[in-house]
């Protein structure tokens, strides 16, 4: 009985040992292959961080003079996290001295800084990344005068660029008396009283001016 159970235990051991030789060799395997996933992975990260690292920070040195025309601050960073699907840009504002530089976001800033900070960062990316045209709808919408007429003479300098994207604002107003060059256009829609499309007649910018001067000091006459 004895010579028995030893035999069992010297088998068991034996066994044991085989499967600890087994396990050691595969987590040796899975060492080295964690590695090469590392090194790789690492590989991967050089190629693409310096380029996209350098794209962005070109955005900030543009994003922060362009707030500096404002007299305000703003930054463009890239958002890492050891999770590469959560990796994204940042922006920062910095509207009133009293106030640090916050992230902007849906809640925060107000409408109108809202505007500012995201025509500012549509043109930094003018000249850095490729793209055909941009469209930009309403954006001096709730802007003060001030902010409004400063981001208007920017976007007229970068958009009108030669070799850089092509800008469209659309907008129901702009303000009176700012600067134009000969690189933009201006198309205007008219719409609504005093256009008669039923008449064949030809349009006449002057004729719907004349017709609403003439409506108002109808109307101001009457309300005296």
Known sequence: KQWYQRRVAITA???????????SKEVEANQQKLVSLQQRLTSLHEQWYEPVSSLVEQINEKFRVFFATLKC???????????????????????????????????YQSGGEKSVSTILYLLSLQGLTDCPFRVVDEINQGMDPR????????????????????YFLITPKLLPDLDFNDRMTILAIFNGQGLDN???????????????????SQNGRANN
Request: proline share 0%; with cysteine; aromatic share 8%.
């Open 198 to 216: 039923s008449k064949n007649e030809s349009f006449s910018i002057e004729k719907v001016i004349a017709e609403d001067s003439f409506r108002q």
């Open 147 to 166: 902010n409004e007429r400063k981001v208007f003479e920017m976007m007229a300098k970068t958009a009108t660029v030669k070799g850089t994207s092509q």
């Open 73 to 107: 601050c703003g930054e463009v960073l890239l958002a890492e996290h050891e999770d590469y699907e959560k990796w994204g840009i940042d922006i920062k504002v910095q509207f009133r001295n009293s106030d640090d530089l916050k992230r902007l976001t849906s809640s």
């Open 13 to 23: 051991g034996t066994e044991r040992k085989e499967e600890i030789e087994m396990y």
